[in-house]
């Protein structure tokens, strides 16, 4: 049996998740695996607060140093998310030849080099598979049993709260403002939503899990993010129509010379495997050369789940004598600000001779071409609802094409990428 000490930073929700996973199912796990685990200490902000959990006085402290600075604490777990103190802690731990156990995207993906570099130069290791996915075991995957893979494309719903607002939409042809505030009431989206409903969340995770599946550094700065907070009940209305499901996927593509990487909503085929991924439920869809096509699903979230991933890392960190890391290429690809895709576009147009002519023939003039098309009759004022779906097309000629339609005739009200 060996006996690993660890050292939490923060006791929140998931900090807490730990605490209780490590107290129940603790002597399984060691049963299972010969790694005993104790809790030396926590870090909180007030020793009478610790969300209700019994944890012995002299394993509390308002003192990063009792963890950081203590020899004995060989795994520092951070619990406390944002970007800092959690980035500087984690370096220090690493400094100090400590492993770092981490579910913070955001401080994870905006120090991703740093950190690497630290656990590099001092051989412990860094561990974060509750970054992307909570309990989908998605880090573990790309880097081990996928690794004798070209994987060319991975495509996930990695943040619950937007699947929770657009699967209810969907379901209900409610609006996007009602659903997020009901959500905000039973707690499934915070009370500033920003980071969720706008794909900043889901950009940290891709700029992170992407890196890994393609080898190659994803700054978070060059993923194009766009959320969900334009889409009407009305588009999904229409994509349902014609046969989509929408979701705001997280892309990541290798394109040989360049990766793209983008998070926005897309229609899906009501077929793909990610169309049926409901309600807060996470999943990631990878396309490797060797094992083809693949799904993983899961609980994205929740301090169980996230305690799940957390506990098998800390295993890990345990039981690796080496840290392995993961290789990135020195030169990284550049991350492509064009990329291809068919796209959904709703426009409002004056219902009169010639104007059909002349939408089609700028989208023509960008070299679009029309795949599909659908006019909803006159609205009273004389307008009516025409719906374009293109074939590929290249998103800066998209882009070009709606900025010199002449708002006299139309009014371009949504656009939505569409993936099959
Ligand atoms: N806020 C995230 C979500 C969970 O809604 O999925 C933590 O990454």
Redesign the pocket.
């Known amino acids: 049996m060996k006996e690993v000490v660890l050292g939490l930073l923060g006791l929140g929700n998931i900090g807490g998740g730990v605490w209780d996973l490590v107290r129940e199912f603790g002597g399984e796990v060691e049963k299972r695996t010969g790694v005993k685990l104790r809790i030396k200490k926590a870090l909180v902000l007030d020793v009478k607060i610790h969300g209700g959990k019994e944890v012995p006085d002299e394993v509390l402290t308002t003192d990063k140093n009792d963890i950081l600075e203590d020899p004995e604490i060989q795994i520092v777990c951070e619990f406390l998310g944002g970007e800092q103190p959690a980035a500087s802690m984690m370096l220090r731990a690493l400094e100090n030849g400590k492993s770092v156990v981490t579910a913070n995207?955001m401080a994870l993906s905006l120090h991703f080099d740093e950190l690497r570099a630290m656990a590099g130069k001092t051989g412990a290791g860094l561990y974060y598979e509750a970054s992307v996915g909570g309990a989908i075991p998605i880090i573990n995957a790309i880097q081990s049993p996928l690794i004798a893979n070209h994987i060319e494309q991975m495509m996930g719903i990695v943040?619950?709260?937007t699947n929770y607002i657009l699967t209810r939409m969907t379901a209900e042809g409610a609006e996007y403002e009602d659903v997020l505030k009901d959500a905000q009431r039973l707690g499934l989206a915070e009370p500033d939503p920003t980071a969720?409903v706008e794909g900043y969340?889901a950009a940290y995770k891709l700029s992170i899990a992407g890196s890994l599946a393609f080898h190659s550094r994803v700054k978070v700065e060059n993923v194009y993010r766009e959320g969900i907070t334009k889409v009407s009940a009305e588009d999904i209305a229409f994509g349902r129509e014609m046969g989509y499901v929408l979701k705001l996927l997280a892309i990541g593509k290798d394109n040989g010379d360049s990766i793209e990487a983008r998070v926005h909503p897309v229609f899906l085929p009501a077929d793909h495997p990610l169309a049926r991924v409901d309600g807060s439920l996470?999943a990631v869809y990878l396309y490797g050369h060797s094992f083809k096509d693949m799904m993983l699903e899961g609980r994205?979230?929740g301090d169980a789940p996230t305690a799940s991933a957390i506990v098998g890392d800390i295993i890990q960190a345990a039981q690796n004598a080496a840290h392995p890391m993961p290789y990135l290429r020195e030169d990284p690809l550049p991350v492509a600000d064009d990329w291809h895709s068919k796209y959904f576009i709703r426009m409002k147009a004056k219902d009169a001779p010639g104007v059909l002519a002349e939408v089609t023939g700028l989208l023509g003039g960008e070299g679009i071409s029309i795949s599909t098309m659908m006019q909803k009759g006159a609205a009273p004022d004389g307008k009516a609802t025409l719906i374009f779906i293109t074939h590929e097309a290249s998103e800066k000629a998209v882009q070009r094409a709606l900025k010199s339609m002449n708002p006299e005739i139309c009014v371009v009200e949504n656009v939505i990428r569409v993936e099959e």
């Open positions: 995207k943040n619950g709260t969720d969340d996470n994205g979230a």
